[in-house]
């Protein structure tokens, strides 16, 4: 059992909230969360790369000199992968790199990002984040307060607030994302996570309701 304390936007204490990181994750598996955040990266790839091959290049496609007799290489066209000019030999094409884990295995290995940073003190517990109006220097001041700031951060809330995350944007190193679109790559990526304790909250709740073991009636 983790007990982290709680800070409010001044970055003063204002409680502790208790967490068992084995109750979000039963183990850590580090190569589970490895092969999901490759995935999530490979997903980002555009795919869009291509070069020319020797059909598509442009040059006469006649031999350039006779086959034999003239003490060189035999040679065929210009659009040869050989010379200067030519096409790709192996050219480049543009293709989908895009690939699917099961569902579980993405859930369990978002399950465990969170535990590994909750059991290497990693998270950054606050009461709350109200904004009245988007303010990109109340958000860097609270950062400051809280001796969180210069560093690459996640911040995850309960729910998207447009304030929010008008004010956070700004931030270099600095995103933010409702809990619910949490995913292995997001939570592992910065150097520290801020959570509002709603956050996590409602990230122990859906994932303890997605875990429980569906129940079937029999009928009789």
């Not at 084995?22 to 955040?37: N, T």
């Not at 034999?68 to 094409?93: L, P, Q």
Request: a positive charge.
């Amino acid at each position: 059992m983790a007990s982290l304390p709680v800070y409010d936007s001044s970055g003063a204490e204002v409680g502790t909230y208790d967490v068992d990181p084995s109750a979000i994750a039963p183990r850590i598996s580090k190569q589970l969360m490895h092969d999901a955040v490759v995935m999530y990266q490979t997903n980002l790839r555009q795919g869009s790369a291509k070069t020319k091959s020797r059909a598509e290049v442009k040059g006469s496609t006649a031999k350039m000199y006779r086959q034999k007799g003239t003490g060189r290489a035999r040679a065929g066209s210009r659009r040869s992968g050989v010379r200067v000019g030519g096409g790709h030999i192996f050219a480049k094409r543009p293709r989908d790199w895009s690939y699917r884990l099961p569902k579980n295995a993405l859930r369990t290995a978002t399950r465990m990002a969170i535990a590994s940073r909750v059991a290497d003190d990693e998270i950054t517990l606050i009461d709350k984040i109200e904004l009245d109006q988007p303010k990109t220097g109340k958000v860097a001041s609270m950062l400051k307060a809280l001796k969180i700031d210069g560093q690459s951060l996640l911040v995850a809330v309960d729910g998207y607030d447009a304030n929010v995350y008008l004010s956070v944007r700004n931030i270099e190193g600095v995103t933010v994302a409702p809990v619910a679109e949490l995913n292995a790559l997001s939570v592992l990526r910065p150097s520290r996570l801020l959570m509002t304790t709603a956050a996590l909250d409602a990230f122990c709740k859906k994932e303890a309701a997605e875990s429980a073991p569906e129940q079937v009636s029999e009928e009789e």
